[in-house]
């Protein structure tokens, strides 16, 4: 059964720093790409950071670089996004999605046909 299941979201202060999970099923693991996106209240879907499974390389929206890191662990089977000195626009529901072959355009969601159900993340004083 393919399945992605988002876990650690919450609430934190600007500055502060969540830790996001993804347990990634058996069948969705071997995927060429494994990517977290974000969506806010009446904005579209977008781009957080993806890991590259083949080159082990890891993409990053600039809004988030520097400050968050994507990383795979394969004896757990989960892809974790740290999230560090947080800000308010952070503030969405962060989904883990995954596509067998990896994209040029690995950025849109267009691309992606298996989603996490979303995990909240609220970033206010």
């Known amino acids: 059964q393919a399945q992605l299941v988002e876990s650690g979201g919450g609430l934190a202060q600007p500055g502060g720093s969540l830790r996001l999970s993804c347990a990634v099923s058996?069948?969705?693991?071997?995927?060429?790409?494994l990517v977290w996106f974000r969506q806010a209240p009446g904005k579209e879907r977008e781009f957080v950071a993806a890991?590259?499974?083949?080159?082990?390389?890891?993409y990053y929206a600039d809004s988030v670089k520097g400050r968050f890191t994507i990383s795979r662990d394969n004896a757990k089977k989960t892809v974790t996004l740290q999230m560090n000195n947080l800000k308010s626009d952070d503030t969405a529901v962060y989904f883990c999605?995954?596509?067998?072959?990896?994209?040029?355009?690995?950025?849109?969601?267009?691309?992606?046909?298996?989603w996490g159900q979303g995990t909240q993340v609220t970033v206010s004083s």
């Open positions: 999605a995954a596509r067998g072959t990896w994209n040029v355009a690995y950025w849109s969601p267009i691309h992606y046909n298996q």
């Open positions: 058996e069948r969705l693991f071997s995927s060429d790409a």
């Open positions: 890991f590259r499974r083949p080159t082990r390389a890891t």
